[in-house]
């Protein structure tokens, strides 16, 4: 299995964090007419009419979310998938065989009323080739005078076919117990972060930016309440702050705040102090000085941030300074520094004046809505099919990549998983990053792109 994270969002290190992120896939493959659409809505159980399994008709979507007794899945209905290969066998043939590049567990559905087709056939040399766990449904035996039907596809030679019906759902569940049982071992969920308090916020900016000037600002400095420990001057202090009508967690306030700045060696918040705060916040506000040139230092506290996929917000400060002449270089500095992070929300603000500082908490809310934001694996994949009709991924070596579909492997941030044939050019996934943002927003939040090809 490979990963590979865009360049333009965020940094690769966390690949094996994203393979395990990325919930189970199963592919429905199976000749035109078996039933894959029905036992697909019987699956996501939506209540739909069944689109016509006619050859060459795509559907207009391909991948959905499932799950069975609270295991998750993306469910994949190969019927969906296009291929220019002309005849019936070779079609299905192919389609199974970009099932066992993309799915976990591949359900392979024959008609057995029908009995045993030379398509079918296909379909089983493929999956017989592969490595991928394979759970054989014997569809339409829709009472018990059929159930004998379903013995002779013992016969393919994949294992045990599982009698059911998608249009009646009779057998479905013992299917389905078989499909979860095939699932890879997923490694245990993480402990949850802090859930449900306040949300946190990191303050960050090189030295002298103004944001200590900002927190005293904010909270007025004499209703600060200090959650200090006792011992050490280099423990974090949070502090809660009540803006816009909720509570946010401030973190380590104690690197900001000037009174607990004198007792600790100047250095010591730069990097690594905003790294930890950075850590344990779920939105940074970068605070930058505008009565001053951006500085490499500004560009490099912006870039940590996007590193460590929180999102963003920028505060320009000292504003009161601005006259006509720096406010035009500005422009410029911010077009030429700061376009990578285009996306993220920009204030500007004087944290002496108090101008524009209620402007923050809306940024910030826009940034936390955008890196919370989840989209449906159906509705993903059906702008991606219309994406990807319009603009086909550029041939590479002399073979078109195709994209197969795509889930949406977390959220916090936003990360997405296509699941391709081949490899897609920088090129290509920042285009796909570009029309993601125009057409969902994740204003202020970065945004992830990685690939899956599986030889
Ligand atoms: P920090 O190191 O980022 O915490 O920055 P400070 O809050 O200590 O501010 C550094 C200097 O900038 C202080 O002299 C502040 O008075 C000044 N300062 C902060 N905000 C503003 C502002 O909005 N306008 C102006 N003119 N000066 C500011």
Same mark, same amino acid.
């Given at each position: 299995?490979?990963?590979?994270?865009? *360049?333009?969002?965020?940094?690769?290190?966390?690949?094996?964090?994203?393979?395990?992120?990325?919930?189970?896939v199963?592919?429905?493959?199976?000749r035109?007419?078996?039933?894959?659409?029905?036992?697909?809505?019987?699956?996501i159980?939506? /209540?739909?009419?069944?689109?016509?399994?006619?050859?060459?008709?795509?559907?207009?979507?391909?991948?959905?979310?499932a799950?069975?007794?609270?295991?998750?899945?993306? !469910?994949?209905?190969?019927?969906?998938?296009?291929?220019s290969v002309?005849?019936?066998a070779?079609?299905?043939a192919?389609? *199974?065989?970009?099932?066992?590049?993309?799915? #976990?567990?591949?359900l392979?559905?024959?008609?057995?009323?029908?009995?045993?087709? #030379?398509a079918?056939?296909?379909?089983? /040399?493929?999956l017989? @080739?592969?490595?991928?766990?394979?759970?054989? @449904?014997?569809?339409?035996?829709?009472?018990?005078?059929?159930?004998?039907?379903?013995?002779?596809?013992?016969?393919l030679?994949v294992?045990?076919?599982?009698?059911?019906?998608?249009?009646?759902?009779?057998?479905?569940g013992?299917?389905?117990?078989a499909?979860?049982?095939?699932?890879?071992?997923?490694?245990?969920?993480?402990?949850a972060?802090?859930?449900?308090?306040?949300? %946190?916020?990191?303050?960050?900016?090189?030295?002298?930016?103004g944001?200590?000037? !900002?927190?005293?600002?904010?909270?007025?400095?004499? /209703? =600060?309440?200090?959650d200090?420990?006792?011992?050490t001057?280099r423990?974090?202090?949070?502090?809660?702050?009540?803006?816009?009508g909720?509570?946010?967690?401030?973190? +380590?306030?104690?690197?900001i705040?000037?009174?607990?700045r004198?007792l600790?060696?100047?250095d010591y918040?730069?990097? $690594?102090?905003?790294?930890?705060?950075?850590?344990?916040?779920?939105v940074?506000v970068?605070?930058?000085?505008?009565?001053?040139?951006?500085?490499?230092?500004d560009?490099?506290? =912006?870039?940590? $941030?996007?590193?460590?996929?929180?999102?963003?917000?920028?505060?320009?400060n000292?504003?009161?300074?601005?006259?006509?002449?720096? &406010?035009?270089?500005l422009?410029?500095e911010i +077009?030429?520094?700061?376009s990578?992070?285009?996306?993220?929300?920009?204030?500007?603000?004087s944290?002496?004046?108090?101008?524009?500082?209620?402007?923050l908490?809306?940024?910030?809310?826009?940034g !936390? @809505?955008?890196?919370?934001? %989840?989209?449906?694996?159906?509705?993903?994949?059906?702008? !991606?099919?219309?994406?990807? *009709?319009?603009?086909?991924?550029?041939?590479?070596?002399?073979?078109?990549?195709k994209?197969?579909?795509?889930?949406?492997?977390?959220a916090?941030?936003?990360?997405? =998983?296509?699941?391709?044939?081949?490899?897609?050019? #920088?090129?290509? &996934?920042?285009?796909?990053?570009?029309?993601?943002?125009?057409?969902?927003?994740?204003?202020?939040?970065? =945004?992830?792109?990685?690939?899956?090809?599986?030889?």
């Amino acid at each position: 299995t490979e990963n590979i994270n865009a *360049a333009s969002g965020m940094p690769a290190e966390d690949d094996a964090a994203a393979e395990a992120a990325v919930k189970p896939v199963v592919a429905v493959v199976g000749r035109p007419n078996v039933g894959k659409s029905s036992l697909v809505n019987r699956i996501i159980g939506r /209540r739909e009419a069944v689109v016509e399994d006619v050859p060459g008709v795509t559907r207009d979507r391909v991948a959905y979310d499932a799950s069975w007794q609270s295991c998750e899945f993306t !469910l994949v209905d190969t019927g969906g998938w296009e291929t220019s290969v002309s005849g019936l066998a070779a079609m299905v043939a192919r389609q *199974a065989e970009y099932a066992a590049q993309t799915a #976990d567990v591949i359900l392979f559905v024959v008609d057995a009323t029908v009995g045993i087709t #030379d398509a079918d056939e296909a379909v089983t /040399r493929v999956l017989r @080739a592969t490595k991928r766990p394979v759970v054989l @449904a014997a569809n339409k035996v829709d009472g018990e005078l059929q159930e004998a039907d379903a013995l002779v596809l013992w016969n393919l030679g994949v294992g045990e076919p599982f009698p059911i019906s998608a249009l009646h759902g009779r057998g479905t569940g013992d299917l389905l117990d078989a499909v979860v049982a095939a699932f890879p071992e997923t490694p245990a969920a993480e402990g949850a972060e802090e859930e449900g308090g306040p949300r %946190r916020i990191a303050l960050v900016g090189r030295p002298n930016v103004g944001k200590s000037s !900002l927190l005293n600002r904010l909270a007025g400095e004499d /209703r =600060v309440v200090v959650d200090s420990v006792a011992g050490t001057t280099r423990d974090a202090v949070d502090e809660l702050i009540e803006l816009g009508g909720r509570t946010w967690k401030f973190i +380590d306030t104690a690197g900001i705040r000037r009174r607990f700045r004198a007792l600790q060696g100047a250095d010591y918040y730069a990097t $690594v102090r905003t790294s930890s705060a950075l850590e344990r916040a779920e939105v940074a506000v970068v605070l930058m000085d505008v009565s001053e040139p951006l500085a490499e230092q500004d560009i490099r506290v =912006v870039e940590q $941030v996007v590193d460590s996929g929180r999102a963003l917000v920028l505060a320009f400060n000292k504003w009161d300074t601005l006259d006509e002449e720096r &406010r035009y270089y500005l422009e410029k500095e911010i +077009d030429r520094q700061l376009s990578r992070v285009a996306w993220a929300p920009r204030v500007n603000i004087s944290a002496l004046t108090g101008r524009h500082v209620e402007k923050l908490v809306p940024a910030i809310e826009t940034g !936390l @809505a955008s890196w919370d934001t %989840r989209i449906p694996t159906g509705r993903l994949n059906s702008w !991606l099919k219309d994406l990807v *009709a319009a603009t086909p991924p550029p041939v590479r070596g002399g073979k078109q990549p195709k994209i197969l579909f795509a889930t949406q492997a977390d959220a916090r941030p936003p990360h997405f =998983v296509l699941f391709t044939t081949g490899f897609l050019e #920088d090129n290509y &996934r920042r285009f796909i990053e570009r029309r993601l943002r125009e057409d969902f927003g994740f204003e202020g939040s970065p =945004v992830k792109l990685s690939m899956r090809i599986r030889e």
